[in-house]
């Protein structure tokens, strides 16, 4: 006996899309805007879904025989005026077959169809998209997000390069194939944390080709670099919680250099990789389908009263209804005597702790290079500088291109035991550290240590020397993000580091008031 029968009608942007899922796929059917020239238009995109939408769920409908048992619809995020025509389609139908109706998040969407196919129960999920860039774990009933874009999405970057170059949209799948014949050259890495930024590499690419750099040069190392920043943050993740299991989602997904990459960083830590199909990957009514099912068997119904679209409708706002597990942090298993970060292993079977960084399969040699030999002489430069500044830290014993050789500290991640206490503790020592003129790069629990009543930082590699109120203002915003996402009690918690942090920084209140204005910022742009 089949499931609740749901047909899902996805318009967020260029695609518009109809397909039923009961307890599989029962049809799929799109129509993809295309504009005539540069990117989408919102308005002639919502024209074209109005002009479309009655075709394109006539034919869904059909191959269902007309038997629906609700109606889901992407409501947000997305381009107000695509998001509207497919809402109206949706509360129309609704009615005329008085079935519930289920507003489905396009970005959560993403990431069930990726759990649906791959069979994958509690995975870090990047999401790669035109406008979004994201990792994502599950805790707590929500989909949190660890890390993502400051500035534009990863597809909208690939998308604007292209059309600077006269290259039709979307830019993604040409850019892909241009790379193949080409070879490296440095262009900017922009990695805070667990969060990223392209807008910089975008602008890098158009001056290098504007400098007679060959085409096919700069699509290949701009899809190594900022695929390269990608599967780093999530790593970062995997290290940071001790999952197993990857899934990659978003139209830029079907990307198969990222595929590889991704694959490449599980194989060499002994996680899974999987995913879905290009059927899946893109902007497609499947997606928002069976998410609605799951929502729609948990009970996740809206009036037609309350089915406003939300153009800005982060995935971490949804409460996730339908699933029951509350999402595992921080498995065991990890050594007492060696334990591997994101980018680097750590001895500790000798008298001083041993960082080792590694080299990651999944970057080109030269990007790999330049990265482990900069961020190991930073480190030690940042930490001295640190200590100099009444920052606890380790003490350094010596220095090789890969290696630091350090002081070990016997205490407690703070990320298995951090209380409000101990965020307090932390303020005061992030305090200490902007005071001295430096920023960390990469403020998770994870590099915190409480010892001696103090809470000790490590790992400086993303750390620099400077006074900028943004990079400190981004320094907070990253623990702010693995506070909300891996704690049950974010606001007490960052109330208290926030209470440490004026107490030693004279300028708290600006850096504060700046990573507020981060956080706000849009994401789908």
Same mark, same amino acid.
């Given at each position: 006996?089949p ?7 996805? /318009? ?16 799929? !059917? ?9 990117? *989408? !238009? ?23 025989n ?16 695509s ?16 079935v ?17 196919y791959?069979?994958?129960?509690d ?33 909208? #970057? ?6 600077? !170059? ?8 040409? *850019?892909?194939?241009? #790379? ?34 060959r ?48 694959r490449?960083?599980?194989? $060499?830590?002994?996680?899974?990789f ?12 499947a ?82 290079? !330049? ?7 930073? $480190? ?15 003490? *350094?014993?010596?220095? +090789? ?27 005061? +020592?992030? /305090? ?20 001696d ?34 704690t ?13 942090y004026?107490?030693?920084? #004279? ?11 981060? $956080? ?6």
């Amino acid at each position: 006996m089949p499931g609740k029968r749901v047909l899902g009608i996805e /318009g967020t942007a260029w695609n518009f899309s109809a397909a039923v899922f009961d307890d599989d796929l029962v049809c799929l !059917h799109s129509s993809p805007y295309s504009p005539p020239s540069g990117g *989408i !238009h919102p308005r002639e995109a919502a024209q074209h879904h109005a002009a479309v939408a009655s075709d394109v769920v006539s034919k869904a409908l059909a191959d269902a025989n007309g038997k629906i048992d609700a109606v889901a619809f992407s409501i947000g995020p997305g381009l107000g005026p695509s998001l509207r025509t497919a809402a109206t389609t949706a509360r129309t139908l609704a009615l005329k077959y008085d079935v519930p109706l289920i507003g489905v998040n396009h970005c959560v969407a993403h990431v069930e169809i990726g759990r649906w196919y791959t069979k994958f129960e509690d995975p870090i999920v990047l999401y790669a998209s035109g406008a979004n860039t994201q990792v994502l774990g599950f805790l707590n009933g929500r989909y949190r997000i660890f890390g993502e874009t400051l500035d534009i999405g990863l597809g909208n #970057a690939l998308d604007k390069f292209a059309r600077s !170059h006269n290259l039709p949209h979307p830019g993604g799948p040409l *850019i892909e194939q241009l #790379a193949k014949n080409g070879s490296y050259i440095p262009l900017p890495y922009t990695v805070k944390g667990m969060d990223l930024a392209f807008s910089g590499l975008m602008s890098a690419a158009k001056d290098a080709t504007a400098r007679g750099a060959r085409m096919e040069d700069v699509c290949h190392s701009f899809q190594e670099t900022a695929f390269a920043m990608c599967v780093e943050v999530t790593e970062r993740a995997l290290a940071h919680t001790g999952k197993d299991e990857v899934i990659l989602v978003g139209g830029v997904g079907a990307n198969m250099r990222l595929q590889e990459m991704l694959r490449i960083m599980c194989e $060499e830590r002994g996680a899974r990789f999987m995913a879905p199909p290009r059927t899946y990957m893109g902007d497609n009514g499947a997606m928002i389908a069976y998410t609605g099912k799951v929502m729609l068997e948990a009970g996740s119904t809206i009036s037609v009263a309350d089915s406003v679209v939300n153009p800005h409708y982060r995935s971490d706002q949804v409460e996730v209804t339908w699933r029951a597990d509350a999402g595992e942090l921080f498995a065991p298993g990890q050594s007492e005597t060696a334990e591997r970060g994101a980018e680097a292993a750590v001895d500790l079977t000798g008298v001083d702790a041993v960082k080792t960084r590694l080299s990651k399969g999944y970057r080109t040699p030269a990007l790999d290079r !330049h990265l482990i030999t900069e961020r190991t002489r930073a $480190e030690a430069r940042c930490i001295a500088a640190a200590r100099r500044g009444g920052v606890p830290t380790p003490i *350094i014993r010596d220095v +090789t291109e890969t290696s630091i050789i350090m002081e070990k500290l016997e205490g407690d991640v703070l990320k298995y035991v951090i209380t409000p206490d101990y965020a307090h503790a932390a303020g005061k +020592t992030v /305090g200490r550290l902007h005071q001295a003129g430096l920023v960390h790069g990469d403020l998770t629990t994870s590099n915190m240590i409480w010892k001696d009543s103090r809470v000790y930082l490590l790992d400086f590699g993303l750390a620099q020397m400077t006074e900028e109120i943004e990079p400190r203002g981004v320094d907070l915003h990253v623990l702010f993000q693995t506070l909300e996402s891996t704690t049950e009690n974010p606001e007490i918690l960052r109330a208290a580091f926030a209470e440490g942090y004026r107490a030693a920084f #004279a300028g708290a209140d600006a850096v504060l008031a700046r990573e507020h204005e981060i $956080e706000l910022r849009g994401r789908y742009l």
